[in-house]
Every structure is written in C-alpha cells, then in structure tokens.
C-alpha cells in the first residue's frame, strides 16, 4: 500500500506492466499539452523561442508525443485486459517488462534529440540517428526498428497467453491485428527517390498504421470495458466487433486513397478515396448504444461512472471526429480547397481525442478502482465534481479547438485557394486575416481549457476513491453479492 493508498499486492503481472505504460502515457499526455500550447503561442507571436525552440521542432514532439502516449495507452490497456481475456498468467513477462524499459528510454534519448539538435546535414548519419525528415514519423531509423522490436515482444507476449488460456472472438481479432501494428510500420522504414512513391508508403504508416490498426485495437478494447463496467453479453460486444473489422478491410483500406489524390497518383483514387472514407467508425457508436441499451433492459447496474462516461465520449467522438468531421474533406471536391489548411488540423484534433485519447482515460479509471480494491465509482463517490469537470474541460476545450481551427481553416481555404489560387502570397495574405487570426487566438483559449482539464484527470486519479465510506463500501458489497444470486 503506498501513501496514495492504491493497493498493488492484489496486480497480476500483466496488471502490474500495465500500469507502468499508463503511467508513462499521463506523463506524455501532458508534454503533448505543453508542446500544444507553445506551438499555439508561436502562431500568434512568431518570435516566441526563435532560434531556441523553433515550430517545426515544438509541433513535430507535439505531434509525436501525441503518437507515442496513445501507443503506451494501448499496449497498457492490452496487458490489464489480457489475463482476465485469457483466464490464465501472462506469458513473457520478463520479456515485456524489458522491452517496456528498453521502449521508454528510447523514447527519452529521441526526444532529447529533437530538442537538443535542430538544425545539421541532411545525410545518412541524421536518418539513422536524428532525425529521419518524414514528417508525423520523424524518428530516427534505429527508433523505428527499436518501435517494431518492442510491438513484436507485446505480439508475442499477447499471442503466447492467448494460446497458454481461453481463446475467444476479441482474442482473435487482437491477434491479427498486433500482426498489422508490426507489419504496417515497415511500410515507412524505407527510402525511395519518387516522391509520390515514397509519399504512397508513408501514407500505409500515417493512415493505416495509426487509423486503421490503431481503430480495431480500440474495438477490442471498448468490447473488453464494455463487458466490464455494463456486464454487456460477450455475443453483442463480439458482433460489432466483427462488422468494424469487416468495415475496415471492405473501406478502411480503399478509404486510404483520401491521401492520394495530390501526390501524383492515377485519377481513379479520386473516386475510390472520396467515396470509402467515413465508415469505419460507426460499428463503435453501434456497439455503445447496444451495450446500453442491453444494460438499460436488464437493469444492469454501473459500478464505474467515470469510465462509462469516458467510454460513450469515446464512441461519439470518435464517430463525429473520424468519421463526420474526416468526410467533410475528404471529398476530392471539397479536399482540393482544404488539403494542408488548418481545416485538417481541426479534423485532427477532433478525430485523435475522440478516437484514442478517450478510450485511454476510461482505461485508467478502469485499472484506478482495481487500484483502490474495486470500490465503488458511482453516485456515492465523494469528490466526483473532480472528473465530471476534467470530463467536462477536455472535451470542451477540444471541441473549441476544433471549432477554432474549422473557421481559421475556412478563412484559408477562400482567400489562399479559392481567391489567391494556391500561391505563395495567398498563403501569406491567408495566414493574416481577420478571422484567421481570430480562430487561432481562440484555439490557444480553449488549448488553456484543455491543460486545465488535464490537470484536473491528473489530480482525480491520485486521489478518486481514496476516501470511499467503509458503510459505502460494505453495501456495495451486499448489492453486488445480491446481484450475482439473482442472476444465478
């Protein structure tokens, strides 16, 4: 038991690895924060940290530290869920708790990079050891192996448990997947001299590596916490389950052609990407509203507020940020005005917080109340104003960035496409309107609203649950062997 009184004697080792990436990924979390921000006050005062901390280099760790914290939620998500998944010890853990620290010091030694040595040659010296010049994957080359090493340790402690104990549906798909999450990161790992051909491969590790394996990792997870904090029947979880990987082999994949259209690649992407973009995440949305529902009719009761809250966060950000606000521009028509404007970066931020962020925050208030001995998460929890206002504020402040950058976006799109015509004192002239300006000091607001609400989640997982009532606890005790009687 430490002073935060969290109870760590009753973690399985795959538990126990668990909460070592979630940690990590909180701490991530806030650099990609911090680094938002600063990017943010740099637009509106560009000297800010010139020739110290310069945008490109401030947007590319926020960017990549945005990636990394999500994939450390991932993998922690997978190891807490496993052993329970499996009914059997995770297999490896050595193994995996090698590859966690091996992970994360590659993480700091990159980082520290990208900080300390900004500006150099462009050679084989800086790709394999500073920085790889692909924007959104910029790490350098030994990272990139070190990244496909560590994911082929968690395939194999994921597969061997797997085989060890129960083999079931979410079993299955994770399988295959993990394959994916190896396999597709290779696709960006090497050089070619044709820019379109390179920009094709780069594309299969932005869009599919992130969007599209990262997509049904998230489906095996929200059946997973579907199951646990609504009791949801496993054969409803499974089957949409099934219709999203489905979805994403039948328009995921030609879905990607959305990022063909301006690189130099044949018509037809114009018709194929315009058309199969917007359909992975409804099976998501499809599954929550199942789930409730089905909890709703056999009055089911929620032991875990927070993260059921998170979780429909979850789905419907997922579905408006991916699904609605990603086929807003994703029409060829449409993308020929918003491609590379802000518009994207609204899309982005909508999309990525909507799709991952939030379904590893339901993750770790899931392991918290393991943490605290399963008390009770409930309408009975003191404090809860704490994660019903970190709740509120991370998403208002990305909803209000997202709106921020919709109309700083719109403003580009009209005088830098459709009046200046793409030119370079379009861009200029766009980059200094009115409403332009206007949407990005808003931007930066709502960036503060989101820090505040991060700190908030922060404060609330140190301390939720900490001082439930014994007579609370006792009671939930008494409901929940009632319960289990009377579905008996």
Sequence with gaps: MSLLKFDYSSLTPGKKLAVKYFIVAIILFGAQLLFGLIAGAQYLVPGLFYNKLDFNVVRMVH???????????????????????????????KLGNLAFWIFTLAVAVVVVVYLFIQIGPGNQTSLWLINEGR???????????????????????????FMKGRWTGIAGVLVLDLVALAGLYLAGMFYTPNISVDQYWWWWVIHLWVEATWEVLVGC?????????????????????????????????????HHYFWIGTPEYWLTIGGFFSALEPVPLVAMVVHAVYDAGKHDFKNRNHPAMAWLIAHAFG??????????????????????????????????????????????????????????????????????????????????GMTMALLISGYEQSFIERAIEGSTWAGYFKAQTAKWFMQGMWWRQVFGYATALGYVLLVWDLMTIGKDVPQSVIEADRKERLHGQKTRG
């Design 63 to 93: 960017i990549n530290a945005m990636v990394i914290w999500m994939l450390y939620g991932f993998i922690g998500s997978v190891y807490w869920l496993i052993e329970d998944e499996a009914q059997t010890e995770l297999v490896g853990y």
């Design 135 to 161: 924007e959104y994957i910029e790490a350098p080359r030994w990272a990139d192996i070190g990244i496909v090493v560590c994911v082929l340790i968690f395939f194999y402690n994921v597969a061997a448990t």
């Design 221 to 257: 997870i929200m059946a997973w916490s579907l199951m646990q904090v609504l009791g949801t029947p496993r054969k409803i979880v499974q089957t949409w389950l099934y219709i999203e990987v489905a979805l994403m082999f039948g328009s995921g994949i030609l879905g990607l052609g």
């Design 318 to 399: 997922n579905f408006f940020g991916a699904g609605v606000w990603g086929f807003m521009h994703t029409l060829p028509q449409i993308n020929l005005y918003t491609h590379g404007t802000q518009w994207s970066a609204s899309h982005g931020h909508l999309a990525f917080f909507g799709a991952y962020a939030s379904i590893n925050i339901a993750m770790w208030y899931i392991a918290v109340q393991k943490l605290r001995g399963d008390v009770p998460f409930d309408s009975r929890l003191p404090h809860a104003w704490r994660w019903k206002s970190a709740l509120a504020l991370l998403n208002i402040g990305v909803l």
